[in-house]
């Protein structure tokens, strides 16, 4: 307080009223929630805030005691803020419905489109992803039906002991080719697989 006020360090008893009045008119549990000053006069302990000095007008101003003034108050002081931001709040409406008119989905670049399937997206290429074939195989139970594209080379698997074919698959690029047990390829696509059993036997 002595910083606050700027008074002198050996003035400081004209500050004592002050800290003496602070401490009369503060609750305290010990006195069961009730200000010293109340149970000394059994008056009603005064608010801080009852009284306080407005700068602009440099004249003490006594807030009501009636509720309904204050209601009153606090309803003009919301109208206020909220006049105060309704320009801004209107401008970002209106901002935010030009950026929906202008935004609009698609390929911005190439205006390419592709039928991309989400279960087999990759988001680099890179042949050591950890992708077993134990994983394909379990996406592939997922009863997701994809078009082939072509058959491009076939090796025998040891592990399986059966020829497996490299499969690839419409809509997707090259790097999601994979292979498929000559077996299962019978069964599903025995056209396409024929054709190319002929192709190569035709080599």
Same mark, same amino acid.
């Given at each position: ?18 800290? *003496? ?12 929630? @009730?200000?010293?000053?109340? &149970?000394?006069?059994? &008056?009603?302990?005064?608010s ?14 006594? =807030?009501?005691? !009636?509720? %309904?003034? #204050? /209601? ?5 002081? @919301? ?6 931001h309704?320009?801004?709040? /209107?401008?970002? &409406?209106?901002?935010?419905?030009? !950026?929906?008119?202008? @935004? ?5 670049v ?17 042949? *050591?992803?950890n ?12 009863? #997701? #039906? ?10 025998? !698997?040891?592990?399986?002991? /059966?020829?497996?074919v490299?499969v ?13 047990? &000559?077996?299962?390829? %019978? #069964?599903?696509?025995?056209? =396409? =697989?024929d054709?190319?059993? *002929?192709?190569? /036997? %035709?080599?």
């Amino acid at each position: 307080m002595l910083l606050e006020y700027k008074v002198s360090t050996k003035d400081w008893t004209y500050l004592v009223p002050l800290v *003496q009045a602070s401490l009369n008119h503060t609750t305290l549990p010990s006195l069961g929630n @009730r200000a010293p000053v109340v &149970l000394f006069t059994g &008056l009603s302990c005064p608010s801080p805030l009852a009284e306080f000095y407005h700068p602009d007008s440099k004249t003490l101003v006594t =807030l009501p005691d !009636n509720s %309904a003034e #204050i /209601d009153k108050h606090l309803a003009e002081l @919301r109208g206020s803020l909220c006049a105060m931001h309704q320009p801004i709040n /209107d401008q970002r &409406l209106k901002q935010r419905l030009l !950026n929906k008119k202008k @935004r609009a989905r698609g390929e911005h670049v190439t205006g390419d489109e592709y039928d991309v399937h989400a279960s087999r997206l990759k988001f680099y290429a890179d042949s *050591q992803l950890n992708v077993t074939e134990a994983i394909l195989e379990h996406i592939a139970s997922w009863g #997701i #039906i994809l078009a082939v594209n072509e058959f491009k080379k076939h090796r025998w !698997n040891s592990s399986i002991k /059966d020829y497996e074919v490299l499969v690839s698959w419409k809509g997707l690029e090259s790097v999601e080719d994979s292979w498929k047990p &000559l077996k299962s390829l %019978a #069964i599903e696509v025995k056209v =396409l =697989l024929d054709q190319y059993i *002929q192709n190569q /036997d %035709a080599k």
